[in-house]
Each structure stands twice: as structure tokens, then as C-alpha cells.
RNA sequence: GCGGGCGUGGCGGAAUGGUAGACGCCGGGGACUUAAAAUCCCCUGAGCUUUGCUCGUGCCGGUUCGAGUCCGGCCGCCCGCACCA
């Protein structure tokens, strides 16, 4: 082979055709190998893939690639989550149709992907805004609206007067519709609701069973999910009418004090009716912040009623506040306030001198021990009447026994899980399959006329929802009646298209969404990877839409995903400099970066500021197709799996890609150094070559894909240092294939400069021989006191006897010693031995 | 405030309770070259009285023959959030 450089400008694209050519990467659902579906987050066609796509995929490229080294049936798909605001937004101000606009990006994203090498079965690519997908999904709606899983009811929504339209919560900035600026309105629609409540139960308890994910992000669909259970009871107040109240601590029912209200209950709207303070207060309640850190340091405020609440057990008379910390959207938007043992109630009894009594110590003796701030542990009940001396959980269950007995409560789950509004008053989704007949109501379309296709010709210029205001689309006749009827015009939240997307990749007949024993052979997915902005909601009603898919039978799968894991965002510096008291920020392609500092290429210094998430308001991005061109795929690839732990962030340097660059070439000359006709034995190489396999193997199983990368440069340094000999011959193929689900191009290439037979992503793993694995001399630390004197080689199993002779013999050892008396000898076989005097 | 995570060289980071700093980046020195690029070699935690010694994984304590790792208490940073009764 020749002296010259791997140039990835050409063998990158040689090598992206040969694998498509041989179809190389087409996932087979009759093979008989065992199975591995690979999967990153689908991305939304944006227009440009941004550098944290090209992580994100890369990790997952070199699981599918390891994995089908290791003979296993790969499915690695990819595709478009096509719908969406961003389509519509361009239309507007591009003055272009969302369809064209989503499809010129799908082809621009596309090429992009392509140039990264990527093994993926791009037969099976879809996207979501194709009526061939969406068709299905309705399908799968109206199945679910049958099963009693979908409803319609009224909601308040976001309205943009300007726009006329509805907002999501986050294009409310400060009250304001983010593009019109006018204030938003709160109002009521109809809108279709995905009961994903009635799986509350089921999706947290399925949690305790993926314990391929996350622990953090269990712990936040936990909180998501918010069960609780307690009590839920009635107050009778001083006018005679009932007040519910609910209550997660029923055992501290006698150390009740006040009972509070949320500012818009019932109860606190009829009071203000007729006093102008109370509704003074309850206007007061609605400003201020409501971010999470703002309502815990904001100020307990109440306005006492006047009227009065009788305790169920006492008769006590309890005055009725209407109190800022109250919310009305959990429980029943009442409460029992209990100074003593709830911190807020504490700190609000503490300001309006209210009753702080004790119900719960820790034991009985401390019945009469003072609080200074609220007690929330569990313990036992005192000065509790017959609750005395109870165990929390036991007068919990006494309590709610007694109300339920009497009929004045009863015990209740609570759940903070809302059910799934899934109405978007928008063009660019996925149309809801029903329609409004004055007859008969809501109809569902018979599936024989889905999809039901947007209309193209829309005019998105104007403000609204172009499905709305088209002259024809939305007329037609009902299907169950015959009579004229309109078409329901909000389409489905994108969320729901991607939360089945994984089982149309698995399989995608034409007349159907899915098979579902296609499905079973591919599902769960066995490993999910991308951003952890979505531990919440998309992993969430994925979780349930397959649930409820399995529950009216259409799968068999209940939980898609077996492991998931979430990727670190990729950052940079940021340069930027005060111009006309603005801070202006320049991107790194304008900023000369030297050891110390940064510069405009004309000279004018610059601050450099901290690493931080790329962003194009920043201006510190750097664009894949730009360092691909420049570095090829693998380099770019490499750097993305190198130093940072995956789940970390990874900083993005111009030096660390040049040294990646470094490490192409160097692979690819030692590929060039492959000498046939060597001779003589390396054994200590050929432990290290098999060394290696069994760790790089073990660190991509991990994902620990930095590990892995500095177990490929050890075996490359060692390479380079060892004469010319067959294991040396061996440890260059090995490092080839070691690289090869990493820096796919180069081991292709080189494998055909090696003279190999096939594709290297068609080879095997290499195998490892157990005998290589271990060393037969090892290097023992000597110890004196828990500190190193001295490092010896002994041969590996030597006895406790001879280790501790060895370790005495050491000069380094005696020195250390000084004479002192040995107490005690500690040795740990293979590893260290440790004198103690 | 609550929940979760993390604190190791100039930087990214390694390290089943057993030789702290693997590997990469930056930096320094050298070789090759007319020169440069490319490449290769060496050094690179701090300090000191430098064949060697001492200190060193945010801080304080504990357990242990031995602690970056385990336990208790602080400090700092990051992420998430729901005043959830």
C-alpha cells in the first residue's frame, strides 16, 4: 500500500453507495438471528441536522454496528416527526406551502444523514405528515375513541386574538402571544381528550420495571403521575353548606386549625360577591410570579372569611381563609390546614396567630414537646382523642374508616396526571377523523374513506385555521345519516404521532398500521437514545398510547421501550464583544482562538465566555456539513464519542477535531504497515490486542463510548511500538474492526487495502481466546503503612507466602521499614501487599 | 423550598475499597527538513533540601491494614419541578 492519506472526500461517498448498493443495513423480519432494535428520537425536518442530531445518531450507529458484528438482526430506522408549527411559521413568512417546505428539508436532511455514514434501513424511512402514516393513526384514533378511550369536552385554551389562533403554553411569553404581542385570552373550547388517566395506575407501576432507564427520569414521570391517596371529606360551614376538603394526612385531623380555599373556588368567588376586600384579595392572589422558585419563597397571604367550618370530630368552629397557597386545579381545591405538621400551614398559622397544635410526635413521651416548625414525619398520634398512641398509617386507615362510616368522607386517590388534550385549532397536523352531523352528533369517518387527506390548496396567509375558512373541505355528508354535516377541523397534537412511530418501523403493511406479530418480534425497542427534554411528556404518552393499543388489542407489547438513554447536549465557547452597550456575539468560523485568547481576524479582542449549549442566538454553533466536508464523517464521528461520558455534555473544540483527524491518518498508516511476510511471536501483543476486544466490547455495551475510544488509541500505541511479527499482523486487523462501528469509512477501506473478503460491516466481531485475557506476570504495590514504597512483578497466582516475601525483600521496602516491627501483613493476591508495623 | 445529579491536573475525563490522574486536548523540549507542512520521540499534578521525600480527588470528621470510592455533617455548581394538601 501506498504512503498516502486517507482521503474521506472520496471514500466516504464510495463506501455510503456500496452499502446502499448491497442494501447492506435492511433489516429482515423473518431472520432467524436474534434481534436489536436500535433507535434515536426521529427529528423534526427543521431544514439542517444540528451537531447534537449528529451525537445523538452516532451513538446509536455504533450500537447497530456492534450488534450486527455480534450476529444480531439489526433494525436501525430512521424518519420524519413532519408535523408542526415550524411549517406553518415558514409559510407565513415565506410565502411557502408547509408541504413543500417539510419536504425540501426532509431531502436537505436526508443528504446530510447520508454523508454521516449512518447504517440505517432507509426502506423503512416515513413521514408523519404522509397521509400513508397519518391515515393510520386516525385508524388507530377511532379504534381508541370505540374502546371509550377518547372524549370531547370543554376546555380553556390560549387564544391569540391577533393571530387567531391557539397557543401552547410555551408561545405565551409574559401573558403575550410570542409572534402577535397581544394579550392572550383564556377560552373555553371543545376539544378531544386521550384518556390517559384511566392508566395512571398501570404506567406507574410499569416504571419499577424499566430499570433499563434512568433513574432520573423515572423520578420525574413519578412526580408527572403524582398519586396520592387520603382523604376526601365534607365541611359543614356556619351557612349550612358543605365545604370538600382533601387531605393526604387524615391521622392529624385534630391538629386542624383553619380550613383554606383557592382564590377562584367556589366558595371564595361567592364571598367577594359581597365584600370588595375579599375580592381585593383575590385579585391580589393573581399577580406575581409563578415560576416553582418564586411560589415557594413568595409570602403566605389569607383573607379571613368570616364564615366558619365544624370539624367533623370536635365541633370545633375553624375559620374559613381564602389563601394564595391554595390551588384550585389538586384536590378539591379546599384543605384542612394543619399547622403543626404541613410547613406552609405553619408558616400562615405563625403569621395570622392562629392555633399550632402537636397531633403527631415521634413517641408518645414527646406528646408535649414545642414546635418551632412544622413536624411532617410519621410517628405516633397525640393529643388526638381515640387516635392516641396510633402509628401514623394506622389512624390514617382509622380515620378514613370513621368518616366512611358515618358518610361524612371517604378515602381517595388523587392523581396530578391530567388526561391528554390532543386538539390543535392548526393546518399543519394530523386531521382528527370525525364528524358533526346536527342529527347525530359526533361520527366517526367509516375507515373505508381514510385518511382523511388535508386539503392542499390552503390559504395560509391570513390568520387562523386555513382548514376552517376552505371553501369545500370541511362540507360534507354525515356517513351515518346522509345528511349535510362538517368535518371536525383541529388536527392531533404532534405527540401522537410520535408515540407510535417505533411500531410502523417495525412493520408497515399498506392496509393497516401495523402487524402486530411483526411488532412482537421486533419490540420493545432495545435501546432508545436521545434528549432528556423529553423524559416527560413524549416517552410518557408513548408509553400510554401502547398500553392502551394493547389494551383493546391491538398489540401485545405494553411497555416500547426497554432501555433508554438520555444524551448530553453538545456545547462550545462563545465569543462576543460590547458594541453600542450590546453585547454582539461572532461565530467560531470569525474568531481566530489562540491559547490565551480571541480575536476578530482583523485583531479587535474579544471575551471569550463560558461553555455553554449551542445555540444560534449565541452564535457558537458549528454546522456538521462544514467539518464533514472538512474532516470526513469518521473524524466527525470519533470526536463525537470521544473523552465526554455520552451522557455528559461534550465541549466542542477545533483542537479536539484536529486530533481526531490526527488519529484517521494514523489508523490508516498503521493499516498500510500490514506486513505478509513477517515472522517471529509477540505474545505480550497479542494479550494486549485481546485484551482490548473484550473491553472495547464491554465499554459499547456500557455506552461508555469514551472508554472505548481510549481502549482503540492504547492498542494503537502498542501496534506502533511492536517489530513486525503475525500477532502484530492479527492487531492490526483487530484494530481495524475494533474501529470499524465507530469510523465505519476508514475500516472499510482499509479492510479492502488489507485484502479482505466483503464489507467489514458485514464482518464479525472478533473472537477473543480466554487464555490471552489474563496476564501471566502481574505488578504487585507494595505497601507500608496504606502507602506505595515500591512496585514488583511477581508471576500471576504466586502464593500469600512468596508475595510477602518478595515485598520484605524489596530494598525500597527495608528502607521504609527502618527496623521496626512487623505487626501485621496484609496481601492481596495479584494486587498489593501492605505491611503494617 | 423540594427532588435528582455532580465536585479528580491548565481542559475533557479514567480508576470491582487496593499503584490516583488511563486516554485525549493544550503546553514545553527535541528529531527529520534548505524551509514549512506532515510525522516521530521525550517531558508535562504541586512542592522540596531531587539516587529520593512530602503533599494532593470541594471542606470537616468517621469506618478500614488501606478511602476519589463507604458512612455522617457542611460548602459549591448543574438539571428538573408541583406551594400537590
Given at each position: 500500500m501506498s504512503e498516502t492519506r486517507f482521503d474521506p472526500s472520496q471514500a466516504d461517498g464510495r463506501w455510503q453507495r456500496a452499502w446502499d448498493e448491497a442494501q447492506t443495513f435492511r433489516a429482515d423480519d423473518a431472520s432467524e438471528r436474534p434481534r436489536c432494535y436500535v433507535l434515536e428520537m426521529f427529528p423534526y425536518p427543521s431544514g439542517r441536522i444540528h451537531i447534537g442530531h449528529v451525537r445523538n445518531y452516532t451513538m446509536g450507529d455504533v450500537i447497530a454496528r456492534y450488534k450486527r458484528m455480534r450476529g444480531h438482526e439489526v433494525l436501525h430506522p430512521m424518519g420524519w416527526d413532519a408535523f408542526g408549527m415550524p411549517a406553518e411559521n415558514a409559510a407565513i413568512e415565506q410565502k411557502v406551502h408547509p408541504r413543500s417546505w417539510t419536504y425540501q428539508n426532509i431531502a436537505?436532511?436526508?443528504?446530510?444523514?447520508?454523508?454521516?455514514?449512518?447504517?440505517?434501513?432507509?426502506?423503512?424511512?416515513?413521514?408523519?405528515?404522509?397521509?400513508?402514516?397519518?391515515?393510520?393513526?386516525?385508524?388507530?384514533?377511532?379504534?381508541?375513541?370505540?374502546?371509550?378511550?377518547v372524549y370531547r369536552k370543554e376546555s380553556a385554551v390560549n387564544w391569540d386574538p391577533v393571530d387567531q389562533t391557539v397557543l401552547a403554553n410555551e408561545q405565551v411569553i409574559d401573558g403575550k402571544g410570542w409572534r402577535s404581542g397581544a394579550p392572550v385570552e383564556k377560552r373555553k373550547l371543545s376539544q378531544w381528550f386521550l384518556k390517559i388517566t384511566a392508566f395512571a395506575q398501570e404506567l406507574l407501576d410499569g416504571l419499577d420495571k424499566l430499570d433499563g432507564w434512568p433513574e432520573k427520569v423515572r423520578v420525574m414521570q413519578e412526580n408527572w403521575i403524582g398519586k396520592s391517596q387520603g382523604l376526601q371529606f365534607g365541611f359543614t360551614l356556619s351557612d349550612g353548606s358543605k365545604l370538600e376538603v382533601y387531605t393526604t394526612r387524615p391521622d392529624t385531623i385534630f391538629g386542624a386549625s383553619f380550613v383554606a380555599v383557592a382564590p377562584d373556588h367556589p366558595v371564595a368567588q361567592a364571598v367577594a360577591e359581597n365584600d370588595p376586600q375579599a375580592a381585593a384579595f383575590i385579585e391580589l392572589c393573581k399577580q406575581g410570579g409563578t415560576t416553582a422558585a418564586e411560589l415557594e419563597t413568595a409570602e403566605k397571604l389569607g383573607y379571613d372569611t368570616g364564615l366558619k367550618a365544624i370539624h367533623p370530630f370536635t365541633n370545633d368552629r375553624l375559620p374559613v381563609y381564602i389563601a394564595n397557597f391554595v390551588l384550585m386545579e389538586y384536590g378539591t381545591g379546599a384543605i384542612m390546614a394543619v399547622p403543626g405538621h404541613d410547613q406552609r400551614d405553619f408558616d400562615f398559622a405563625s403569621k395570622y396567630g392562629l392555633p399550632i397544635r402537636r397531633v403527631i410526635a415521634p413517641s408518645a413521651a414527646e406528646a408535649g414537646a414545642p414546635l418551632s416548625e412544622a413536624y411532617t414525619g410519621d410517628g405516633v398520634c397525640v393529643n388526638s382523642d381515640f387516635l392516641d398512641t396510633m402509628p401514623t398509617d394506622v389512624a390514617k386507615r382509622e380515620v378514613i374508616g370513621r368518616a366512611e362510616q358515618h358518610r361524612w368522607g371517604e378515602g381517595r386517590t388523587v392523581w396530578r396526571l391530567r388526561d391528554w388534550g390532543v386538539s390543535r385549532q392548526r393546518y399543519w397536523g394530523t386531521p382528527i377523523p370525525f364528524i358533526h352531523c346536527e342529527k347525530c352528533g359526533v361520527v366517526a369517518v367509516p375507515k373505508d374513506q381514510l385518511p382523511v387527506v388535508l386539503p392542499e390548496d390552503v390559504d395560509i396567509s391570513q390568520p387562523g385555521n386555513p382548514l376552517v375558512r376552505h371553501p369545500t373541505w370541511k362540507h360534507v355528508h354525515c356517513?351515518?345519516?346522509?345528511?349535510?354535516?362538517v368535518r371536525e377541523t383541529d388536527t392531533l397534537d404532534t405527540f401522537v404521532d410520535s408515540s407510535w412511530y417505533f411500531l410502523r418501523f417495525a412493520s408497515q403493511p399498506a392496509d393497516k398500521p401495523f402487524d402486530p406479530e411483526v411488532v412482537a418480534k421486533w419490540l420493545?425497542?432495545?435501546?432508545?437514545?436521545?434528549?432528556?427534554?423529553?423524559?416527560i411528556l413524549h416517552l410518557l404518552y408513548a408509553r400510554f398510547w401502547t398500553r392502551a393499543l394493547a389494551r383493546i388489542g391491538k398489540l401485545e407489547v405494553t411497555e416500547p421501550f426497554a432501555s433508554l438513554f438520555t444524551q448530553g447536549m453538545v456545547t462550545h465557547e462563545t465569543y462576543s464583544r460590547e458594541e453600542h452597550g450590546r453585547e454582539v456575539f461572532y461565530s467560531p468560523g470569525d474568531v481566530l482562538r489562540t491559547a490565551t485568547g480571541a480575536t476578530l481576524k482583523d485583531g479587535s479582542p474579544l471575551t471569550i465566555g463560558r461553555v455553554i449549549k449551542m445555540s444560534k442566538s449565541k452564535k457558537n454553533t458549528v454546522d456538521p456539513d462544514e467539518i464533514v466536508a472538512r474532516y470526513g464523517a469518521d473524524a466527525v464521528r470519533w470526536f463525537m464519542l470521544s473523552d465526554s461520558p455520552p451522557e455528559r455534555d461534550l465541549p466542542w473544540s477545533e483542537a479536539g477535531i484536529e486530533g481526531c483527524w490526527r488519529f484517521v491518518?494514523?489508523?490508516?498508516?498503521?493499516?498500510?504497515?500490514?506486513?505478509?511476510?513477517?515472522?517471529?511471536?509477540?505474545k505480550a501483543l497479542a494479550r494486549k490486542t485481546h485484551q482490548a476486544i473484550a473491553a472495547v466490547a464491554e465499554d459499547i455495551e456500557a455506552l461508555a463510548f469514551n472508554k472505548a475510544v481510549a481502549r482503540i488509541y492504547e492498542l494503537t500505541s502498542a501496534i506502533e511500538k511492536a517489530p513486525p511479527s503475525a500477532e502484530r499482523n492479527a492487531a492490526i486487523r483487530t484494530a481495524l474492526l475494533l474501529a470499524a462501528p465507530m469510523m465505519p469509512h476508514l475500516a472499510e477501506e482499509g479492510w479492502a487495502a488489507l485484502g479482505q473478503q466483503g464489507l467489514v460491516a458485514d464482518a464479525s466481531w472478533p473472537e477473543t481466546d480466554p487464555a490471552l485475557?489474563?496476564?501471566?506476570?502481574?505488578?504487585?504495590?507494595?505497601?507500608?503503612?496504606?502507602?506505595?514504597r515500591d512496585t514488583l512483578t511477581a508471576p500471576k497466582g504466586a502464593s500469600t507466602e512468596a508475595l510477602e516475601a518478595l515485598a520484605l525483600g524489596s530494598e525500597k521496602v527495608q528502607r521504609s521499614l527502618g527496623g521496626a516491627e512487623v505487626r501485621k501483613v496484609i496481601v492481596v493476591p495479584d494486587r498489593l501487599v501492605n505491611i503494617v508495623t
Open positions: 436537505n436532511m436526508k443528504a446530510q444523514l447520508k454523508r454521516l455514514g449512518f447504517a440505517l434501513d432507509w426502506s423503512r424511512e416515513l413521514a408523519t405528515c404522509d397521509p400513508a402514516y397519518y391515515g393510520h393513526e386516525q385508524a388507530l384514533f377511532i379504534d381508541l375513541y370505540e374502546a371509550g378511550l356517513p351515518s345519516c346522509g345528511g349535510a354535516a420493545p425497542v432495545d435501546q432508545y437514545i436521545g434528549g432528556i427534554e423529553h423524559a491518518q494514523r489508523l490508516w498508516r498503521l493499516f498500510g504497515q500490514h506486513d505478509a511476510g513477517a515472522s517471529g511471536e509477540d485475557l489474563v496476564e501471566d506476570e502481574v505488578t504487585i504495590a507494595i505497601q507500608h503503612k496504606g502507602k506505595l
